[in-house]
């Protein structure tokens, strides 16, 4: 069995303890905060309720606790306030991750990491910068959650399980990304042939439009926060999905962020396409044969988060 470190125990790295704990994906689990009443309360609140399945050790720990970790997941920063822009909230989370990355990454220099704080294509960016670790160790959770969000979403919509949809979401983890219809699938069949097909076979079905998808996957984020105040429940399931893909015995292809060396015409950011990860980490990016468009909206993305790292002092 693995070995998982955890920083920071606000709501999101709190919820990825929990869905580990009841999951046989590690038989040691550490979680780190800064708070230590917030991060033994959490780590107690768990236990508890760990009768229920095998043995499993959790502690609130520190950085020597996190020797020997397969695998590290930093989830500290703080949430966006009213007023703040995107440029302040990156620059103060970039400083919470300088004061993180010496410590940790002298605990652990072998493991595999998952970025998960906000704004994850930047944090990935300086973590990849100021770590001194080689990249395929490093995993930005990127659009894997916005992806799956999208499978959700063309599923409630055409009333075909999500299993058999194969549909991507590329570039930030945020307001430039998008959509590359032009590789998105049902079970081999692309999409736009898909509705057709159905409509042969009797099936009521409407075709979705492209443009309110891509406004249901970015904003869902801002309407959870708006509703409940957080989300977390929906990102740490996909981070415990990374987490399986790093210890599975063969790798898997999913959207996360990654630094870019000249793929698509981007170099010098990190960003989200298609890779292959697992066990020893981000092997490679996956080409995907995207429309001259598509590409475009790729580098527009790309420059988006140029401009914001631009913008901040590492």
Avoid at 13 to 37: C, F, H, K, P, R
Avoid at 232 to 261: G, K, P, Q, R, W
Wanted: hydrophobic share 40%.
């Amino acid at each position: 069995m693995s070995k998982i470190t955890i920083i920071g125990a606000g709501s999101v790295g709190a919820t990825i303890a929990y869905a580990l704990s009841g999951d046989d994906i590690a038989s040691e689990i550490v979680l780190i905060d800064v708070n230590q009443d917030k991060v033994e309360g959490e780590v107690m609140d768990i236990l508890q309720g760990t009768c229920f399945r095998t043995p499993i050790s959790l502690i609130a720990g520190t950085y020597e606790d996190a020797v020997g970790s397969d695998i590290v997941i930093i989830t500290s920063g703080i949430a966006r306030k009213p007023g703040q822009t995107r440029i302040e909230l990156a620059q103060t989370n970039v400083e919470i991750l300088k004061t993180i990355t010496p410590d940790i990454t002298r605990a652990c220099p072998n493991a595999l990491y998952i970025i998960v704080s906000n704004p994850v294509d930047v944090m990935t960016y300086v973590f990849t910068k100021i770590s001194g670790l080689p990249e395929n160790q490093i995993i930005g959770s990127g659009t894997i959650l916005d992806s799956a969000r999208l499978r959700f979403g063309i599923s409630e919509r055409l009333k075909v399980a999500q299993k058999n949809i194969h549909a991507y979401v590329f570039g930030e983890h945020g307001d430039t990304s998008f959509i590359p219809w032009s590789c998105a699938y049902i079970s081999g069949v692309p999409i736009k042939e898909y509705y057709d097909l159905m409509r042969e076979k009797g099936r009521d079905i409407v075709e979705i439009n492209e443009d309110e998808m891509l406004t249901y996957v970015q904003k869902s984020g801002g309407q959870v926060i708006a509703k409940k105040g957080a989300t977390f429940y929906a990102v740490s399931t996909a981070v415990c999905n990374l987490c399986e893909i790093c210890l599975a015995a063969s790798d898997s292809i999913v959207t996360i962020s990654t630094m870019m060396h000249g793929e698509y015409g981007i170099e010098d950011v990190c960003l989200s396409t298609l890779a292959l990860v697992g066990p020893d980490g981000v092997q490679c990016k996956v080409p995907m044969r995207l429309t001259d468009a598509e590409i475009e909206q790729l580098k527009a993305s790309a420059d988006a988060l140029k401009n914001v790292i631009a913008q901040i002092e590492l």
